[in-house]
Every structure is written in C-alpha cells, then in structure tokens.
C-alpha cells in the first residue's frame, strides 16, 4: 500500500489543521492506522492510531483532548483533526499502516509509512 499525507501548514497557536492521509494499491479497511511525528533533534514518536472502522483509538498523552484520528474507509483515507495546537506540535507529521495489532504505538512496529508533511505552530 502506497501512503500520500498532506495538510500540514503554519499555524499559530491555538490554531488548527486537519492532516489527512490517502492510501493507494488496496484496501486499509483491514488495517491499523497510526500518525507519528518526528521534531529536528528528536526520534520518531507516536501521536495516535486506530483500528478498522474506528473500533479503538490510541492517543499520545501530549495529544489527548485535543487530536482526533478518524477514517473513512470508503475514501481509503486517514484523518488527524489537531486542534488547540502548540509550539511543541511542530514536526514532521506521518501516517503509517500495519496488519498486526503488536505494537500500535512503536514506529518500528509498522510496515507501510507515507512521506512527512510539515507543521509548524507559532508562538
């Protein structure tokens, strides 16, 4: 499966953006979605996941409260809705996809990653 993410942008603080992730090649309805990010200087860490049709959801305790991951399964698509954001947001934000539910929140756990895209929230 091929993974596209787009959405990210300058925003200041307090401001929103939704990222979305479209996957290609097959179906993700069976898979495991997870969004992680990754700030210059830092690993890799996760921010939040689902399951098919949204039957559990995984959250950062940074993100809690204030991030939403979602699916539409029909447009073969993953959301994070990022609201109330912070200067600590900024990173490189990616979605990822696996078959297996070991692991959900380690990256290397996961089989199929898209490209980053950028968020950046001003102070």
């Known amino acids: 499966v091929q993974l596209q993410a787009s959405g990210g942008g300058l925003v200041q603080t307090g401001g929103s953006l939704r990222l979305s992730c479209a996957a290609s090649?097959?179906?993700?309805?069976?898979?495991?979605m997870g969004w992680f990010r990754q700030a210059p200087g830092k690993e890799r860490e996760f921010v939040a996941a689902?399951?098919?049709?949204?039957?559990?959801?995984y959250y950062a305790d940074s993100v809690k409260g204030r991030f939403t991951v979602s699916r539409d399964n029909a447009k073969n698509t993953l959301y994070l809705q990022m609201n109330n954001l912070k200067p600590e947001d900024t990173a490189n934000y990616y979605c990822?996809?696996?078959?297996?539910?070991?692991?959900?929140?380690?990256?290397?756990?996961?089989?199929?990653w898209g490209q980053g895209t950028l968020v950046t929230v001003s102070s």
């Open positions: 990822a996809a696996k078959r297996s539910r070991v692991g959900i929140m380690i990256y290397s756990a996961y089989d199929y």
């Open positions: 090649g097959r179906t993700i309805s069976h898979d495991i």
């Open positions: 689902n399951t098919w049709n949204d039957e559990e959801t």
